[in-house]
């Protein structure tokens, strides 16, 4: 019988925790899903973690390719109408599948759907949630923005999220040349052409790891990679969300990367990040400045 949602869990070289996510999943008040992990290359013990357990997990291995080509393989390897990622060190709450999938059903025009998270582990003293009140009233409004995800990046984690797979394979899934935020990528590509919403609850225990499949990349260093590509090839997510907006913040990615730079004691990459922030936005003269100036 095809089920109704297929459950995908990256992982990566995170044996100890990965049964807590496994076990945050299988207690689901929800039932009608499948469960696929997809091992990007792990050297520990994960195949034998998974398979000690009794319910029917399918399993794939392969070649470690980073977090985007492991969502898509487990994406492509999928059977439901509707995809949910947990991340392999993330627990979700019980009620998580069943609100988002109620969200469909009362508004199927939606083709993403995600809830709250709440942060915890090594350098959390107390736990935290992701969206404060005064954000959640803003996206219990209705369909949230494009413009709203870039600007405040409401969406805690993939392990919130989920949405139709046919929309996925229509947008060619997570674009894995972006090292970073290849998720926020994705949501702006799906919300300049579809309805996302939002579900108050919280439904995912974020856990802050330097384990965490986000952190096993330098985010300072890359995260500029995904304005960069939307900007070239995305006219229609620059338009959405106003192209001079997106000029002035993609300048500041630029310029603060250059600064990162500098701090490194590498003065030549920092003055090409200077020079790329003057072009993206000429009516800023500190970037030209700091473009000019020499050390």
């Known amino acids: ?57 399918d399993y794939w291995y392969q070649d470690n390719l980073g977090p985007a080509a492991a969502r898509n393989k487990g994406v492509s390897l999928a059977r439901g ?18 609100v988002l999938s109620h969200c469909f059903s009362s508004h199927p025009a939606s083709a993403l759907a995600f809830d709250n998270a709440e942060y915890f582990g090594e350098s959390e003293s107390e736990p935290r949630l ?16 494009p413009e709203v995800l870039l600007w405040h990046y409401p969406i805690a984690t993939m392990s919130v999220v989920m949405f139709k797979k046919a929309l996925f394979a229509q947008l060619g899934g997570l674009n894995e040349r972006i090292i970073a935020l290849d998720d926020l990528h994705f949501y702006l590509r799906l919300a300049v052409r579809e309805e996302i919403r939002y579900v108050d609850y919280v439904g995912c225990q974020k856990r802050v790891t330097k384990n965490n499949l986000s952190q096993q990349v330098n985010i300072k ?43 490194n004691g590498a003065p030549e990459l920092a003055k090409e990040m200077f020079w790329n922030a003057y072009k993206t936005n000429c009516f800023n003269l500190r970037y030209l400045w700091c473009a000019a100036k020499r050390d």
């Open 1 to 57: 019988m095809t089920p109704k949602v297929s459950v995908v869990i990256p992982t990566y070289n995170n044996a100890s925790l990965l049964p807590e996510t496994l076990d945050g999943v299988m207690r689901q008040s929800f039932r009608d899903f499948e469960l696929i992990v997809v091992d990007d290359g792990s050297t520990d013990d994960t195949a034998q973690v998974v398979r000690s357990y009794e319910r029917q997990v």
């Open 81 to 98: 109408e509707y995809i949910a990622f947990c991340d392999h060190d993330d627990v979700w709450n019980e009620r998580h599948l069943e």
């Open 130 to 145: 992701h969206l404060k009140q005064q954000v959640i009233q803003l996206f219990l409004k209705g369909r949230v923005t």
């Open 221 to 263: 260093e890359v995260n500029i990679q995904y304005l960069e590509d939307l900007w070239q090839n995305h006219p229609e997510v620059v338009s959405a969300i106003g192209p001079l907006n997106f000029r002035l913040r993609l300048a500041r990615k630029y310029f603060k990367l250059g600064r990162q730079h500098k701090q």
